[in-house]
Structure formats: structure tokens, C-alpha cells
């Protein structure tokens, strides 16, 4: 399948250029992260099935949608992807949360998880995982493999920005599961950085080097 989907919005594209500016202070950044994320939130669940229920409206009884299975879980990679979380659960409020919690060793590049914590009875629930950053596509591999585990109904990975060496391995690894992302940039650097990228998104947005 391979599925990269570019969420080209015009309100989407004009918070991701204001996040990549330097000069952007830490609060603007969060803040930035925090509305783009509800964004990215309503391109990510626009296929969720549904399913009709019978209701009474103050006038009359109907037949009603209302999203079919049991409540979507989003799973955050920590720490930066609760920067996407909190917005999401803006306009998913009932949403199952849970955390993996995995660092990139910075000699070998490759994800180190120390955390690992979802909801019980993840069959039939729909997923989706979230990082600002698809960079060298180690540390979603890792995550989207644990997930997959559990047997969830399925999987989406939903970042910010991605790499095209980010996508190669990440598709070479889960090629059946989609990436929704803001923007493709053109390439990593010598230390696993995207470029022309935002910098580190966990740095700039708790305000840490």
C-alpha cells in the first residue's frame, strides 16, 4: 500500500511555516503545535467509519451516525508527540491515550524504548500513533511494531514532517500503513536531522537544547 498523504491545507502549511522560523519563541511554538494538531486530527480520522443509531431529536426520531467500533486510541511517542496529543484530544476528547516512550541513541541512531503503556482490549480499536518528526523512521518502526502487537483494528502515523529516508524505512518496514504528514522536506543531515526541518521539535517546544 505505501501510503504517504500530504495534508496540504492552506491553514496547515501557514502554522507549519511560522513553526519552522527560528526566532519563534518557545510559547508561539507550542501554541502553533497545539493548533495544527487539531488540523491534522480532522484530515486523519476523515474515513473512520460509521455506523446509524436510532435516536429522538427534540422533534422526531431518526436514524443518526455516529462513529462505528470502539473509542479511537491515540498513542503519543514520547516526549514530543504530547505536542500533537494535546491538540487531538481537543477535538477527540473521548479518545483512549497511550505512551511509548523511546529515545534516539545518538551514535547508532536507533530508538531505545524505556516506556511502554496502552490501553487494555486494543482489537477493534482504531490507532493512531503521533511524532512530529519522521526522520530517520527508526523509532516509528519500533513503535508502529509494538502497536501492531495488540491487534488493533488499525494504524495510522501521523507527524509533522517527514524525510524521504524516513518514509523509505518506515514503509520498508510497515508497508500497509499510511503516513499523514504536513510536508515532505528534502533530506536528512549527517546527525539524522530533517532539513530543512523545524530543529529538534521536543527542544523547542518545552524550551530544552
Do not use: W
Amino acid at each position: 500500500m505505501r501510503e504517504v498523504h500530504v495534508i496540504s491545507h492552506p491553514l496547515v502549511q501557514h502554522k507549519l511555516t511560522l513553526m519552522r522560523k527560528k526566532d519563534t519563541s518557545t510559547s508561539s511554538f507550542r501554541k502553533l503545535l497545539h493548533e495544527i494538531s487539531m488540523l491534522l486530527a480532522y484530515e486523519v480520522t476523515r474515513d473512520l467509519p460509521l455506523a446509524n443509531e436510532r435516536i429522538e431529536t427534540p422533534l422526531a426520531a431518526m436514524n443518526a451516525p455516529l462513529i462505528d467500533g470502539k473509542k479511537i486510541v491515540l498513542i503519543s511517542i514520547l516526549r514530543a508527540g504530547n505536542g500533537i496529543l494535546d491538540g487531538m484530544l481537543n477535538i477527540l476528547p473521548s479518545a483512549r491515550v497511550g505512551h511509548i516512550g523511546l529515545y534516539r541513541d545518538e551514535k547508532t541512531l536507533e530508538p531505545v524504548e524505556y516506556y511502554f503503556r496502552v490501553p487494555q482490549e486494543m482489537n477493534d480499536r482504531d490507532t493512531i500513533i503521533v511524532d512530529p518528526m519522521l526522520a530517520t523512521g527508526n523509532s516509528a518502526v519500533a513503535a508502529v511494531a509494538k502497536i501492531k502487537k495488540t491487534l488493533p483494528r488499525s494504524i495510522k502515523f501521523v507527524c509533522l514532517l517527514s524525510a524521504p529516508e524516513g518514509i523509505k524505512t518506515f514503509h520498508e518496514a510497515h508497508p500497509d500503513i499510511p503516513i499523514f504528514t504536513a510536508a515532505v522536506d528534502e533530506h536528512l543531515n549527517e546527525k539524522g536531522y530533517i532539513v530543512p526541518g523545524l530543529g529538534d521539535a521536543g527542544d523547542r517546544m518545552f524550551g530544552t537544547r
